[in-house]
């Protein structure tokens, strides 16, 4: 993990450079290009209605660095900096943190490879709300307020309204499964979720017969979430699956990892997991869950379609435009290690592939 590279790195909107002639309220993107800061629209914190923000000026997807240049950058720089910042960092592997969950273990739901580190997992994220490097989301999510929480139900379904976190978890058993986790930038891990099946959830709201998706939704709060005043992507965070994929009983809504709740960096209290398709499907921090008709319009497809589709089913077979998506690297492995084949739906083939019978994955990737 090369964790001692923690805090090393700071997001744009930490500390704001002039750029060009914006002054203050623009910053630098990843890939050097001026990026201004928008003013905080409408909450949807908390069950209201869904904002709708003016389309900012984005960040080309040409700019954001490929993940073998990443990597190679952050190992140089753990490198350098880990007798200096040791001081400032976890024991190796870390202790979870959060208040532990009574769940039952699923050995159904399980994998023959060993799980990451509490600390790997907790300490390189993408979570785009609180920056755009891997480091800033644990540093930064603890701005976040998580209680209370609320999640909006909206559209194609009999109930509807707004309902407490606690509303939504009362009486649902919680188990814990160790799924893979396969991020598009080639990277992967294994976690021990805890969580409960999205479908389970989704019943007691009635779908009609004409929900054909489930659109999820981030919270949008500037002032908690600073990266959402730069504009990498439309906020708030959008995401989306069909509906026969929201109620497979691989699909989970998870509130906690290695037996205690989720932190806020990985998405608390409430978050997706979707475990054969890539990391940005699996939406974190949850406010509202919309049963649509029609595709929902998602983040990442929205802003390069032609980069990230909507299935977003791990393939071997389909490469991104700029890097290839064959092997992957695990975290927590030595960085030359040799690379691991990518597994097709990320090994959960037995269990989805029927799910896309007759489509052509190299046009819905």
């Known amino acids: 993990m090369a964790a001692g590279a923690r805090g090393a790195l700071r997001p744009a909107w930490a500390s704001p450079a002039r750029c060009g002639s914006e002054g203050p309220t623009s910053v630098q993107s990843p890939g050097g290009s001026c990026v201004t800061f928008r003013p905080p629209g409408r909450s949807t914190a908390q069950g209201g209605a869904r904002a709708v923000n003016p389309r900012p000026t984005r960040i080309a997807p040409s700019e954001i660095t490929p993940p073998e240049v990443y990597f190679s950058r952050r190992t140089l720089l753990a490198a350098a900096l880990a007798s200096a910042a040791s001081g400032c960092v976890r024991a190796a592997g870390g202790e979870p943190a959060g208040a532990p969950l009574a769940y039952e273990r699923n050995a159904r739901y ?70 893979r986790f396969r991020c598009v930038e080639a990277w992967s891990l294994v976690v021990p979720w805890v969580g409960f099946p999205l479908g389970k959830l989704l019943g007691r709201f009635k779908p009609t017969s004409r929900a054909k998706y489930v659109e999820l939704t981030t919270l949008y ?27 497979h009983p691989l699909t989970l809504m998870v509130v906690g990892l290695y037996g205690r709740t989720l932190p806020n960096q990985d998405g608390a209290p409430l978050r997706l997991i979707v475990p054969w398709k890539y990391g940005f499907k699996s939406i974190k921090s949850i406010v509202q869950i919309r049963f649509t008709e029609r595709e929902p319009n ?29 092997t992957e690297r695990r975290l927590g492995s030595p960085f030359l290690a040799a690379r691991r084949p990518t597994l097709p739906f990320n090994g959960y083939a037995a269990e989805v592939a029927s799910l896309y019978q007759g489509m052509d994955l190299r046009r819905y990737f």
């Open 298 to 326: 998602t983040a990442w497809n929205v802003a390069a379609p032609h980069e990230y589709g909507f299935y977003a089913n791990v393939n071997p077979a389909v490469d991104h435009p700029r890097w290839s998506q064959a």
């Open 221 to 247: 709060a500037p002032q908690q979430m600073p990266g959402q005043r730069a504009a990498v992507l439309n906020w708030p965070y959008v995401e989306g699956l069909r509906i026969d994929e929201a109620m």
């Open 110 to 179: 399980s994998v023959s490879e060993k799980p990451n580190t509490y600390d790997e997992i907790t300490t390189y994220n993408n979570f785009y709300e609180f920056g755009t490097d891997k480091e800033s989301p644990s540093e930064y999510a603890r701005m976040m307020r998580t209680r209370p929480w609320s999640v909006t139900v909206a559209g194609e379904a009999e109930v509807r309204g707004r309902f407490d976190l606690e509303d939504l978890l009362k009486g649902q058993p919680l188990e814990e499964r160790i799924y």
